[in-house]
Structure formats: structure tokens, C-alpha cells
């Protein structure tokens, strides 16, 4: 099978395909694989009326087929390539769906585990948003300190004030970024593409400034019918409030049509899962690996 590199050309192509995917996974959407291509070392190829994904990060792994045509047929293309290039087939990023296909059309072929540290947590929106209760009581405090603390503004990114938020950027990565960070980097990579090729890719931006400087931006873009993802979230630690007011602004000004918001995973950092749980998530869009098991 004939892979070729993810690239900015390919977008028309790519989306042919992903818009037949009715998923809330962070993951489904040209933005999100043309964001990580150069980490993952994403390719693709068009099989069988369908589009598989293949990253060649550490191990090779596929995506499962996406597209309107018949999933079986690309799965059986894809276990004839794999066995005359003596790999295993993996899948990532399966869902429960995905698991039940594979278990209706290959029973006891696939071995599947789920992933806690790449789950993403979906919120309700106008939880996020109203922060009623006792259960946000923690956050809505920050929001009134900050309201008090701060001569702040809410602003929608455009072509004039991207350049703010690339130096804020900048400045955030001398503060956050230890040089063996790998992935720390990888992050930062993706973050000023969002922000570069943020029309190209259909991206929302929003940013707050305090004082008329830039201490916070978010990116993202909605991914489902009724779900909004952010993407990217940065600012500034020392000015208190900050990632609480951009988390709820850039929800009011860009997702009050969604129901859900998918503010991605956690990658098993232990401070990052008790920041997304303290947020209090609807559910968890779960995603795992399956590996054919050769009889």
C-alpha cells in the first residue's frame, strides 16, 4: 500500500473522508493531523473508499478506516500489507464502536485496550460557561478575583493581533519549556502553527489581554455537530485567572451553539488530570489500541 505524507494540499482530499466520521475525538479533524503530522509522522492512503491513517511514531500503528465505504474490506487490505511486510497490524485510536466492529467481523482476531492517558474529557458547555454550584465554587472565584484584580478585554484572534499572541508565545516557552522537553516542544510547534495557519485550517482564535498586553489565547474549532474541541490553551501563571477567564470567554464568544466542549487528554500528568477533572467532565471519549492477533 502506497502511503504518502500528510500536506497542505491534501486537505480537500482528507476531508472527503472525515466528514462521513461522527466522532467527538479530538483527533477527527484535518486541523488536529495536519497540526501533529511532523510528531507522528502521519501519512495516509485511500483504500477501498476509504482513508487510513499511518503513524510511524516509536511503533507503526494505523487508524482505523474512516470514510463512507466499507470498513472490512480496507481491514483485510490493510492485514495482507501488514503480513507481506512482516508488521503487526496495529489500530489506534479505537472506540468502543470500533472495538464492536472489529469484534462483529473479526471475532477473537483483536486484542483491544483502552488508554486512560489519551482519553478526552468532554464537558457540558454552559457548565463550563455559568460555573453554578458548589462543585465550581473554587472557579468562579478565580474569575471574580481576576474581574477585580484586572482592567482586562476578550478579542476574537485575527490576522492583526496573531503576531501578540506568537510573542506571548514565546515568552510562555522560556517559562515552561526545559530544553529536554520533547514533547513539551512538539506542543509548542503545534501551537504556533494553530496560530500561523489558523484560516487554512478553520480555526477559531480568542484572546485576553490585561492592561492591552496578551497573557492568554485558546484555538479550536468545532468537531462534531454539537461538540466544540479546544485545541490550544496558553497563558501567563503569574497573572492569576488567567486560564480560568480564557477557558470560559473563548466558550462564550465561539461555542454557545455546542452542547459539549472536548478539551483534550492528559497524558497521564498527574497535575494536568486533577486540573480536567476539577472542571467536572460529562464523560470521557475514550480511545485505545487493538492488535490483530495472528492465528
Known sequence: MDFKPVRAEDKETINKYLQHVSSRSCDMSFAAIYLWKGFYHVEYVECEGMIVFRSNEEKTSFSFPLGAGDPKKAIDKLM???REKGIPLVFHGISREMEQYLEENYPGKFEVEFDRDIADYVYETQALIELK?????GKKNHINKFNKTYDWSYEAITSENTQECLDMLKVWKS???APEDLEKHAEICVSEA???EREFLGLKGGLIRVDGKVVAFAVGEKIHPDTFCVHIEKAFADVQGAY?????QFLVHEAQDCKYVNREDDVGDPGLRKAKLSYHPAFLEEKGFAVYKES
Open 80 to 82: 495482507e500489507d501488514c
Open 133 to 137: 454550584g458548589r462543585k465550581y465554587h
Open 175 to 177: 517559562q515552561n519549556c
Open 194 to 196: 494553530s496560530l500561523k
Open 244 to 248: 480560568s477567564v480564557i477557558n470560559q
